[in-house]
């Protein structure tokens, strides 16, 4: 089975015409490798909790910089000290495994 820490290590792939979104079931399972994200409808989300609104940017433009490598971004919510981070494919209309991904090397960069 999967960690998180094999999510980290993967890149995201483009998801083009005939691309599925994950199943319920994969989507779940995937989701047990991620601490603390939820799943709702067609996308996973988590906040994130900071000391002072310089961290909370700091953090966003690292993950900007990151989803930007990936080719996959979040939409995310800025407040003075959270961070909503959330994930779906637009272009399969659902879950893909580039969420998780990007996901997990979030909760890397959280870490740091």
């Not at 094999?6 to 995201?12: F, S």
């Not at 906040?47 to 609104?53: D, G, L, Q, W």
């Not at 961290?55 to 930007?68: D, E, P, S």
């Not at 995310?76 to 991904?101: K, P, Q, R, W």
């Amino acid at each position: 089975m999967s960690t998180a820490c094999d999510l980290t290590n993967k890149q995201c792939k483009p998801c083009e015409g005939g691309v599925p979104p994950l199943s319920q079931d994969e989507a779940k399972n995937l989701l047990r490798q991620l601490d603390g994200w939820k799943l709702h409808d067609n996308r996973i989300s988590k906040t994130f909790e900071f000391k002072n609104y310089y961290q909370v940017i700091a953090f966003v433009n690292a993950v900007a910089w990151m989803t930007h490598r990936e080719d996959h971004h979040p939409d995310m919510t800025v407040g003075y000290n959270t961070c909503g981070v959330e994930y779906s494919t637009h272009a399969i209309g659902g879950l893909s495994e580039n969420d998780f991904i990007c996901a997990a090397k979030v909760e890397a960069l959280f870490a740091i």
